[in-house]
């Protein structure tokens, strides 16, 4: 059975930084590329970032570029985001997705994490 | 990017078909053959209900079928039932800046 599980959420200030990480199994984590998906409280979802299976290609949204670092070790079948200079509009839930392709971007994200939640408040 | 154009509501009684609505460009829905479909019961996580246009998981019943013409692609749920009450998202590949895009959702309800 595929599992993602999410941790590292939580409450941080403003220009603050957070560690979000995600632990996959019950499948071949480094075929596989991975994603994460945020959705705002009562908002619809927003893609945030991917890489793929052998972190040769990373993409970021336009509005966390700069600021979010997506990284994975494979050896550990984790992924992680590193949110940096977080602002109070990067509250949200945060998920972790994975996709078969091993290459982002022309696939569909097969499985999702539970997500964790991250609020930016002074 | 904008986020694809899907109505906020549609509501449908058991046993009916409903259809949802994803309006996007040439640069993503009506580019490509990447448009996937997402449900989203209350406090839970996205579920794959459709991928590639019209592809069904395993275990996703075939009372859900998708669909696309021109830049829209749509959702059907024929036989409506109780627990498709939730929200649907459509999302696409796209060739802008932005590698994947998300519908703006439907909340499906069962009268």
């Known amino acids: 059975e595929v599992q993602l599980v999410e941790s590292g959420g939580g409450l941080v200030k403003p220009g603050g930084s957070l560690r979000l990480s995600c632990a996959a199994s019950g499948f071949t984590f480094s075929t596989y590329s991975m994603s994460w998906v945020r959705q705002a409280p009562g908002k619809g979802l927003e893609w945030v970032s991917s890489?793929?299976?052998?972190?040769?290609?990373?993409y970021y949204a336009d509005s966390v570029k700069g600021r979010f670092t997506i990284s994975r070790d494979n050896a550990k079948n984790s992924l992680f985001l590193q949110m940096n200079s977080l602002r109070a509009e990067d509250t949200a839930v945060y998920y972790c997705?994975?996709?078969?392709?091993?290459?982002?971007?022309?696939?569909?994200?097969?499985?999702w994490g539970q997500g964790t939640l991250v609020i930016v408040s002074s | 990017q904008s986020a694809l154009t899907q109505p906020a509501s549609v509501s449908g009684s058991p046993g009916q078909s409903i259809t949802i609505s994803c309006t996007g460009t040439s640069s993503d829905v009506g580019g490509y053959k990447y448009v996937s479909w997402y449900q989203q019961h209350p406090g839970k996580a996205p579920k794959l209900m459709i991928y590639e246009v019209n592809n069904r998981p395993s275990g996703v019943p075939d009372r859900l079928s998708g669909s696309k013409s021109g830049n829209t692609a749509s959702l059907t749920i024929s036989g409506l039932q109780a627990e498709d009450e939730a929200d649907y998202y459509c999302s696409s590949f796209t060739s802008s800046s932005t590698l994947y895009v998300f519908g703006t959702g439907t909340k499906v309800t069962v009268l």
């Open positions: 997705a994975s996709s078969i392709a091993a290459r982002p971007g022309r696939t569909q994200f097969d499985y």
């Open positions: 890489i793929s299976s052998s972190s040769g290609y990373i």
